[in-house]
């Protein structure tokens, strides 16, 4: 039996506060850290533990870590990615609101291996009780001594900045993000160079999802063989998975990296709904591909998702049913992506524009023969064209629907109708 450790408090009534995190344990890793460990030290610790970034792209922590310039002449700065804009993920603002200490503890912890006495984190505006409870708890911290100058008596100072975004999914890109905290349009800077070289005001700049970060404190308290010891070893950990969709149970897992993706659909989540079948599983979000129901026997895990031509992504796991039309969440998926893009590339910009206008006629059963390949050329044209992953996105979810799903495309051509309706 799997032992929750990151959700540990999450169902605790008074999780958010310093005296229920203080009770279970808490600090106690940020004390160890100050106490027993170099930055250099942790900075180890977290490249053996094979801890991998859980915003979506799954970067070995402990090496973009590495990446941080020693002697740059500039401040170093760690940004915490709390955007969480992928439709489907909801992992961050549950740690956010219930939890918001475990993320203190591993902001601390992070920024003392990195060297930084700054950290952002950029919250999306949505989150109203996210940032309020995360306001509380700095406030908590700082006044007993976690935060600050001098932290529990050793040389490391640090402050923790809040900054909430307005409402735009591009944000969550960590460059746009950069650019955002800089007062700037949120739009991707062409990489490299990367943020752990010259990010937020050219300064040198880690940024963490906040899942990522709040697995630091369980490293540094049992050990990077315990983290190791938990799914597979090049993808390892305790991981947190959304469920929603029409499924029984839906609401946020945690679970060991690398489960079944059928198991946790069809066990930890109840299966479809009665007299329905599941017909289709989004694993990681909006910009994960689609799965049939008979790719449901794979590990839910960065390796092993892409292996099977999708991905982890940000592990928000959508299942549809099979009174669900494809064509209309090809749709509404690429509509999505048409709205959020910043209109910096043009393959992405006139691409999804063109791609929506395609798609909605086709909904709408008034799709011409040619449109399947006017779609997957359209695919072609802004997939690995454009500065960031938001194109790319939608070009592989809308190949993966047409791929997949294909007669039913057809059928809504063919019949000038939704079979659905
Ligand atoms: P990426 O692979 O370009 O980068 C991942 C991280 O590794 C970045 O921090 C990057 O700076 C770093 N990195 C990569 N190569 C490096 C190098 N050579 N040197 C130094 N650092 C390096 O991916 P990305 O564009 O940051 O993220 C894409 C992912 O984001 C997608 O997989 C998607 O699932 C996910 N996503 C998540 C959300 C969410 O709400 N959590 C929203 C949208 C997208």
Not at 172 to 183: F, I, Q, V
Not at 292 to 304: A, C, I, K, T
Not at 399 to 419: G, N, Q, S, T
Request: aromatic content about 8%; proline content about 6%.
């Amino acid at each position: 039996m799997f032992e929750p450790v990151l959700l540990k408090s999450v169902d605790i009534r008074s999780g958010h506060l310093l005296s229920t995190y203080e009770a279970g344990g808490g600090y106690q890793a940020l004390a160890k850290a100050l106490r027993d460990y170099t930055p250099d030290e942790v900075i180890e610790l977290v490249k053996q533990s094979n801890l991998r970034g859980r915003g979506g792209a799954g970067f070995p922590t402990g090496m973009k870590w590495s990446f941080v310039p020693k002697q740059s002449g500039k401040p170093t700065y760690l940004c915490c990615n709390a955007d969480e804009g992928e439709p489907g993920t909801f992992k961050d603002r549950i740690i956010m609101e219930r939890d918001p200490h475990q993320l203190i503890e591993g902001l601390a912890i992070s920024a003392y291996a990195i060297g930084a006495e700054t950290a952002y984190v950029y919250i999306r505006g949505e989150y109203v009780t996210a940032i309020r409870r995360l306001e509380q708890a700095i406030a908590e911290a700082s006044a007993a001594g976690y935060l600050g100058a001098r932290i529990l008596g050793s040389a490391f100072n640090f402050t923790i900045h809040i900054h909430c975004g307005a409402g735009a999914y591009i944000c969550g890109e960590e460059t746009a993000m950069l650019e955002s905290l800089e007062g700037k349009r949120a739009q991707p800077r062409l990489k490299p160079p990367f943020p752990a070289v010259a990010g937020l005001y050219a300064s040198p700049t880690v940024i963490n999802n906040v899942e990522t970060l709040i697995c630091v404190p369980h490293i540094v308290v049992r050990g990077a063989e315990w983290f190791r010891g938990i799914g597979p070893d090049k993808s390892p950990g305790p991981k947190l998975y959304c469920l929603s969709g029409q499924v029984r149970k839906p609401g946020l897992y945690e679970l060991p990296m690398g489960i079944q993706l059928r198991e946790l659909v069809e066990e930890h989540a109840g299966g479809p709904l009665p007299g329905r079948k599941v017909k289709a599983v989004i694993p990681g979000g909006v910009s994960a591909p689609v799965i049939p129901e008979r790719g449901l026997d794979v590990g839910m895990d960065f390796d092993s998702l892409a292996a099977a031509g999708t991905m982890l992504g940000s592990a928000g796991v959508i299942v549809i049913d099979d009174t669900t039309c494809m064509v209309k969440v090809a749709t509404r998926i690429v509509e999505f992506f048409h709205h959020e893009s910043c209109g910096k590339c043009t393959p992405c910009r006139e691409g999804l524009n063109w791609a929506v206008k395609v798609l909605r006629r086709i909904e709408a059963g008034e799709g011409t023969p040619g449109d399947l390949e006017q779609l997957e050329k359209l695919c072609k044209g802004i997939f690995g064209n454009t500065f960031c992953a938001l194109g790319d996105g939608a070009a592989m979810g809308l190949r993966a629907a047409l791929a997949h799903f294909r007669d039913e495309f057809v059928a809504h051509i063919e019949e000038r109708k939704c079979p659905y309706h």
